[in-house]
Each structure stands twice: as C-alpha cells, then as structure tokens.
C-alpha cells in the first residue's frame, strides 16, 4: 500500500486554489437541498453545521434569521466564507470555527447539527467516523439532532486525462484535473486534484489536494451513528420521506441524541 493510502489519519486537503474552483464551480446551495435543511433544522436553534465550507448553506441559514455556527478544516474556505459574508452585510464574528468534526471544541451546545453535501464522507477512517460521531452528539443538547448525507458508492469514471477550466472575474484561468481509485484493502477511494492558476497565459501558481471518501450502505451508516450512542437513527432515500433502496445513490442520515 502506498504512504497515501495508509489506513489511519485521513485528510481531505482544500487549499486556496481549489477554494477558489469550488466557489466559482458552485456559487449557491441547490435549492432543494436548502430546503430540505431548513426544513430538517426548523426552529431548533441554535444550529451547527459542520463541515461549513466558504458557507454556501451557512450564510443562506444566517440570513434568513438561523442562529448558526460553522466549523471547517481549511483556513482557506474560512476566509472566503468571511469574504461572502462581508460582500452580503452578513456578521459571522465568533461563528466560524477552523477544527476538524472529530476534535470538536466548542463553547456552545446546539439543538441541531448538519452536514450538506455528501461531505461527511470525507470523514473516513473507522476511528475518525466513530470520535466525529461521539463529538457531534456531544455539542448537542439532550433530544437535539444531527442530519447529514452519505453517498453509495462513486460515480462513474470519466473520460481520461480531461481538465477543468473556471474564469475568474479578473480574467485569470484555473485549471483542474487529477485522478481518482478505490483501495482495496480499505475500500475508500482516494483522490488528487492537481490545481494551476494562470494569469495572462502564464502559470503562476500550482497546487496539490488529496482527499479520501468513504462510502456507505444504510445499514453500514445506522449502525455506526447508533455505536456513538444516538438514540433514534432514521435513514432515508435522498431529499425524501422514503426509505432507502438498493439504487439509490444518496442517504439523508436523522439522528437523535
């Protein structure tokens, strides 16, 4: 196995470049997704979301009146969250918070949590999935509830050696390519995106990002939220009511401490 595919420590690397990428790429929360978790979160306040971002959900909750806190690994995603925030009159001073779901901190406790995006699957080691569990049930309050997604399996792979291309407003190109392939003695799949930025034609900077995605079953992902001592577990088929089906590609997890 190589260094990168150790079985312990996992990390999911989002430096500038890609925060940058992934803003332009994705600029707004899907609109049923946002619905569903405003429609998930309700009036339970205060609300946590980890996993945050450059705030996409976040500040989209904030505005509309949620008091919500946000946690993130990447100081980069941070500061372009408090970039939006500032661009949309929005005050997320003592909200934001550079710490990864496992080695969770905080001062409050919370009467729910969330994580959008299918991005808890990069939480994936065995041990980091069981402390991120514990520590989420452990910032919320007594019948608080934590609500997130989990993905079925990777998507099918795409044509070789394509890049991706984003403009930004000042003209300068950043390009995006890399690769992607499941560890067998794991089962996860481990990723690289190599990231160039170019001004006026010319590379200027280039940048490297790892990252490692765990997929899960319904039950493989119930019976992991229920061993971190959550009272209620509920899987569901997507942005549904529905149970789960052996199709499905993504799995909205409820969880009750």
Known sequence: MEPSEQTTGYRAEYRDLLTQAYDLDKPAAPADELSFLLTAVGAAEPVLELMCGSGRFLLPLLAAGVDVDGVDASPSMLDACREHAAEQCLDVSGRLHEQRAENLRLRRRYRAAFCAAGSWGLVAGDDEVARALAAVRAHLLQGGT?????????????????????????????????????????????????????????????????????????????????????????????????????DDVLLTVHATR
């Open 146 to 246: 934590f609500h997130f997604e989990v993905e079925t399996g990777p998507e099918p792979p795409g044509a070789p050696g394509g890049v991706t291309w984003w403009t930004r407003p000042d003209g300068a190109v950043i390009t995006a390519r890399g690769g992607n392939r499941i560890d067998p003695a794991t089962g996860l799949e481990h990723g690289v995106g190599i990231y160039e930025l170019f001004v006026d034609g010319v590379l200027v900077h280039t940048e490297l990002n790892r990252w490692v995605r765990r997929f899960w079953s319904a039950d493989a992902i119930a019976a992991a939220v229920r061993a971190a001592g959550f009272a209620e577990v509920v899987v569901r088929s997507g942005y549904s009511d529905e149970p789960p089906g052996p």
